[in-house]
């Protein structure tokens, strides 16, 4: 399947603009083109994370299915979960077109969407009629022109309580302008005081806990990260999730479409963001559940996402590039990856180099 979208299937989408040829492929995934994935279970993988039971470790990260078209038919690729969103109380259209960029000697990705989305109705109203049992988590965020964007989270959090398996509050996205400036220490305190809340209130009316993820930027200083960490433990988040897109252009050998404005994923940011991973985990300890995203485009570099401290991993742009087979052979690809280290469970090798990874300056 990846030879032939790397060869056939990809040659042909990329005749179109990126943004056209992602609503091809969501396009195909509701028609049922694109086959399942048939993966033999592999007890290896599973893992308990923050409550809940994962098959295995590999998801569908945010901005992929931002309107939750598609949860279902991501799941029979072979994802252990999937995160639609971001998704914003009111539908907003996003930055002016064209606002995604392909840098394919990089493999690398270039966005400045702006939370483009059909608004909470929508996606509740999508999510409402989901009756399979898949870990969807939803990630949440605040629109453009909000005149209180903590509100927006706490919108988000009674909105979807009772369709969503965990939340995501997205304050790291670089295409809102203002967003990350809620990573700053007091206004994150006000932000995670007034999500938690909310979150314990329709705990109390629910009687079922969904837990709360908060996804940080790449892009961060070490007094930025030190911050984030004792906010994230003094609130009792559930975990982190580490890291959306980054600002920086290094080394890039596309250096035309590396002047386009926006946040750059795929390859390039894998160094990053397992160096700020790995940061992270030193500073929360062993016990806050991290999912590790960035970069991720073989079993290889997820393993490795969860050797620097992750419990779980996602991907995204990858599949840009290779293709919708591409969690079925990272999942297939990590079992043979557990045969060779001969252990019985692959949060054995967590932190195994979050050492390395955490002295790297990038």
Request: net charge positive; with cysteine.
């Amino acid at each position: 399947m990846i030879g032939a979208f790397k060869h056939t299937a990809r040659k042909g989408l990329f005749l179109f603009d990126p943004e056209t040829a992602h609503g091809m492929s969501i396009a195909a995934l509701k028609s049922g083109l694109v086959p399942a994935c048939r993966i033999s279970p592999d007890p290896r993988l599973v893992q308990t994370v923050a409550g809940l039971t994962f098959e295995n470790p590999l998801g569908m990260a945010a901005g992929y299915d931002k309107n939750a078209e598609v949860p279902e038919a991501l799941l029979k690729l072979g994802f252990g979960f999937t995160e639609i969103g971001t998704v914003t109380p009111k539908p907003q259209s996003g930055n002016p077109r064209p606002r995604i960029f392909r840098l394919v000697d990089d493999e690398g990705v270039i966005n400045r969407l702006g939370f483009n989305n059909e608004g909470h109705d929508a996606a509740f109203r999508r999510l409402s009629a989901i009756r399979g049992q898949g870990i969807i988590g939803v990630n949440i965020g605040a629109n453009k022109d909000s005149e209180n964007r903590i509100a927006d989270y706490v919108a988000g959090i009674r909105r979807f309580y009772s369709v969503a398996r965990y939340f995501t509050a997205n304050i790291s996205s670089p295409n809102t302008p203002g967003l990350r400036d809620l990573q700053a220490r007091e206004s994150l305190a006000a932000l995670l005081s007034a999500v938690i809340a909310a979150r314990d209130e329709e705990a109390a009316r629910s009687g079922r806990t969904i837990p709360v993820f908060l996804k940080i930027a790449p892009d961060l200083t070490e007094e930025g990260m030190d911050d984030i960490a004792a906010e994230a433990l003094t609130h009792g988040l559930e975990g982190l999730i580490v890291s959306n897109t980054t600002l920086a252009r290094d080394s890039l050998k596309d250096q035309r479409q590396a002047k386009e404005a926006g946040g750059l994923s795929g390859k390039p940011l894998f160094e990053k963001s397992t160096a700020v991973l790995a940061k992270m985990r030193k500073r929360v300890g062993a016990a806050l559940p991290i999912i590790g995203v960035g970069g991720v485009s073989s079993a290889e570099t997820a393993l490795e996402k969860i050797r620097a401290g992750a419990d779980l991993v996602q991907l995204y742009s990858g599949m840009v590039y290779e293709g919708p087979g591409l969690p079925g052979k990272i999942v297939r690809g990590l079992s043979k990856l557990l045969d060779r280290e001969q252990v019985s469970s692959i949060r054995h090798l967590r932190d195994t180099r979050a050492d390395h990874w955490a002295t790297r300056n990038v």
